[in-house]
């Protein structure tokens, strides 16, 4: 008996997924753990791999196709077995829907509505609202009101009781947001602007030749995340500047004895790790009124890849020694860089580390990231002219670490005391190779 592939949940924040390329044709055998769909997540392209063996009898979700986490995106069976009739070379699920809705008919013009508003026209109907006041749509009209820019509150739905099909959608993004009939009406409704991801490319304008990009997946979720982060949690910004001294003399040691050495960004890391254990509340989060403190210390180290930033996490990195970090950051980052990076891998994080040091960036803030206590960011290391003790002006490595921290849960003296420390320990950095 054939058993459905479901969308597979590839992330703890993964709701939904996008059918990238079938690695299987339609009649082709399976094995359990072989590779069988790319799928786009949240936070990655991820290879799926088979959980059955069999043929792939039916493919229910064509590429490019999103759909929900536990949707049906294929069938496995035995070889010969008949597919269900609603797989490959039909559409998926939710473009099915949209085959069964009823093709809209030219809107009536009743004598009552002519010459009436077009805006007016379009907010009237109530049949398309639910008795929840929520607008009534099938799944793929909000997607492609989502896709197109188009306000679902402002279409009138053709489809039974008033329902905005795709169709209905489609008309809207032609003709500014009414629905089918208003476009081909003789009373024409004002064409509103073509929303920004139709325009095409090339036309030139004041601001010259516009070309637009679709976000990806990813870019999606780091926009949202970082808008929510800014807008709910209230932050303030502590500065250190930290004398790097005894780090450059104690890398160049470490150079001597291990190849590559530990970076500054390791020892970083490692010596917020150390600071984290000892300041429980900035290794939490404020989430639904309420404190959540971590039992362990994941550093998450924030990394640009192609067209976008993710953060691959170092698990328990108080827990592991300056090499160990060094390694498995490495090893982190290099994946990133080739695409290969996990979902796994990018959550779980309990703190961020971020530095623009390489760029010549001297100082900068960065956005919490959610639902994280705080943030550290990393300046440059750079050799500056500073008055020791004895008042002598002299030549040391210094380099600024900021931490933007939640108000909700860290208090001034929380993020001072957390900051203090870990100059200490990179002060006095023989600690950290330990």
């Not at 559409?91 to 002519?114: F, L, M, Q």
């Not at 067209?307 to 020694?321: E, G, H, I, M």
């Not at 996990?342 to 010549?360: C, D, H, I, R």
Request: with cysteine; net charge negative.
């Amino acid at each position: 008996m054939a058993a459905d592939v479901v969308m597979p949940r590839l992330s703890d924040s993964m709701e939904e997924g996008t059918v990238l390329k079938w690695l299987v044709d339609v009649g082709g055998e399976v094995k359990r753990g072989e590779p069988l769909v790319e799928i786009e997540t949240d936070k990655a392209n991820m290879t799926y791999e088979s959980d059955t063996s069999g043929t792939l009898i039916e493919v229910l979700a064509k590429e490019g196709d999103t759909l929900p986490v536990g949707e049906p995106i294929a069938r496995i069976g035995e070889a010969g077995e008949a597919p269900s009739g609603n797989g490959a070379g039909k559409a998926a699920p939710a473009e099915k829907e949209a085959e069964r809705e009823p093709e809209p008919v030219a809107a009536k013009a009743e004598p009552e509505t002519k010459g009436e508003p077009a805006a007016r026209a379009r907010r009237a109907p109530a049949a398309g609202d639910g008795a929840d006041g929520r607008v009534k749509a099938s799944p793929v009209a909000r997607r492609m009101a989502r896709e197109l820019g188009v306000e679902l509150e402002r279409v009138e739905g053709s489809g039974p009781g008033g329902r905005i099909v795709k169709a209905d959608v489609e008309a809207a993004a032609r003709g500014g947001g009414g629905a089918p009939g208003e476009a081909a009406a003789p009373a024409a409704v004002p064409a509103a602007p073509q929303p920004a991801a139709a325009q095409p490319a090339g036309e030139a304008g004041a601001k010259g030749e516009l070309s637009v990009q679709e976000l990806t997946r990813l870019q999606q979720t780091v926009s949202r995340r970082m808008a929510e982060s800014k807008a709910t949690a209230p932050d303030f910004v502590l500065e250190v500047e930290v004398d790097m001294s005894a780090c450059v003399e104690l890398r160049a040691r470490l150079k001597e004895v291990s190849d590559p050495a530990p970076s500054f960004n390791d020892m970083v890391v490692k010596a917020c790790a150390a600071g984290l254990r000892e300041h429980p509340r900035v290794n939490g989060a404020y989430r639904d009124g309420r404190f959540e403190l971590f039992s362990r210390v994941n550093v998450g180290v924030a990394v640009a890849a192609q067209d976008a930033l993710v953060v691959p996490t170092v698990f328990d990195a108080d827990r592991k020694s300056l090499g160990q970090i060094a390694r498995d950051a490495r090893a982190l980052i290099e994946k990133v860089r080739e695409g290969t990076v996990t979902p796994p891998e990018l959550s779980g994080g309990t703190f961020t580390v971020s530095n623009l040091g390489m760029y010549g960036i001297d100082v900068f803030t960065a956005i919490i990231n959610p639902p994280q206590a705080a943030i550290l960011t990393v300046g440059s290391l750079k050799k500056r002219a500073v008055v020791d003790d004895d008042g002598r002006i002299v030549a040391r490595d210094t380099m600024t670490l900021t931490l933007v921290c939640d108000h909700r849960i860290l208090y001034g003296a929380d993020g001072a005391r957390f900051l203090a420390r870990v100059r200490e320990l990179l002060e006095q950095p023989l600690a950290l190779a330990l």
